[in-house]
């Protein structure tokens, strides 16, 4: 029997599920936050916040900026997704530039042996 894991992302503010939710990172009174929001969810925290940077000061970079987003993974990780999109185009998926990648195209790559990482 084969198993088959997905990832399903969800925004914490309104639990909407989007392949393009992001970890959202902000600071307010000396403490960071993380926040995994939608994209229009993203654009509504910085338009609300607007206001408040228009009249700040820049401080020195010891806590995330508003609105600032975390790594989407380490170079490895980057590495393979990169490799995965080149295999699935040559072989006719129509793979998104950005995004995730649908778990059964990933599990083809694996299959395959990985092809495309040194």
């Given at each position: 029997m084969a198993k088959q894991?997905?990832?399903?992302l969800t925004s914490d503010f309104s639990g909407a599920q989007s392949d393009e939710v992001d970890t959202v990172?902000?600071?307010l009174d000396g403490r960071a936050y993380e926040i995994e929001l939608t994209p229009d969810e993203h654009t509504q925290l910085q338009e609300a916040l607007k206001v408040y940077i228009a009249k700040s000061?820049?401080?020195s970079a010891q806590?995330?900026?508003a609105g600032a987003k975390k790594s989407?993974?380490?170079?490895?990780?980057?590495?393979e997704l990169a490799a995965m999109r080149k295999f699935l185009d040559l072989r006719g998926y129509d793979v998104p530039k950005r995004g995730r990648i649908k778990a059964e195209w990933e599990q083809e790559w694996v299959n395959a042996g990985k092809?495309?990482?040194d």
């Open positions: 894991f997905v990832e399903v990172q902000f600071a000061r820049k401080a806590v995330p900026a989407g993974g380490g170079a490895q990780r980057k590495k092809p495309g990482l």
